[in-house]
């Protein structure tokens, strides 16, 4: 029969995390961004046609800009998957840490263009011909809700290495 080995703990994940911690929210944040934004494109400007993301000028003008707005998207996508792929290797993702990210660039990106584009600059509406108080509050109130999940997951992620038994913080000698 074996004899029973202490259990070891590899550290080097949790210290990779800790290290990289920012570049999991970093990349979580462009994600979220580019997801949100490729969303909205795909849906409110393609499949329902309620607007584009100029509306200010022709209907021509207005497909540019959503191909302009469409690339965005997916610029912030991919520069996300390529700082996701060098978390992987470095054995550095944080899953939680990087959602959390998700849903606060996600949430950001929402509330920026309920509150500037749509109110402030006027580049466009959710939708025209309705009234637009039930719209902007469901899609400014969505916005906080991705905010507030973000920064809760954040939260439940510290940046700071944990404290060890013996009173030292890890890395700490």
């Not at 004899?3 to 911690?21: F, G, I, M, Q």
């Not at 978390?87 to 500037?116: E, H, M, N, S, T």
Request: proline share 4%; charged share 15%.
């Amino acid at each position: 029969m074996p004899l029973p080995t202490a259990k070891t703990t590899d550290y080097t994940k949790e210290r990779n995390r800790r290290v990289h911690s920012k570049r999991n929210v970093w990349s979580g944040l462009l994600f979220g961004i580019g997801l949100v934004a490729f969303i909205d494109e795909a849906v409110f400007h393609q499949l329902l046609h309620w607007h584009h993301f100029y509306d200010r000028s022709t209907t021509d003008m207005g497909l540019v800009s959503d191909g302009f707005f469409h690339a965005f998207s997916w610029f912030a996508t991919v520069a996300s998957l390529f700082l996701l792929a060098d978390l992987q290797r470095r054995k550095a993702w944080w899953p939680k840490r990087w959602i959390g990210g998700v849903l606060l660039g996600a949430g950001a990106f929402q509330l920026y263009d309920g509150i500037i584009h749509h109110k402030l600059l006027e580049l466009h509406q959710i939708r025209y011909g309705v009234d637009l108080l039930a719209y902007d509050l469901v899609w400014n109130m969505t916005a906080g809700i991705l905010l507030l999940i973000g920064l809760i997951l954040l939260w439940q992620t510290p940046n700071t290495p944990p404290v060890k038994p013996n009173g030292n913080r890890e890395g700490s000698t």
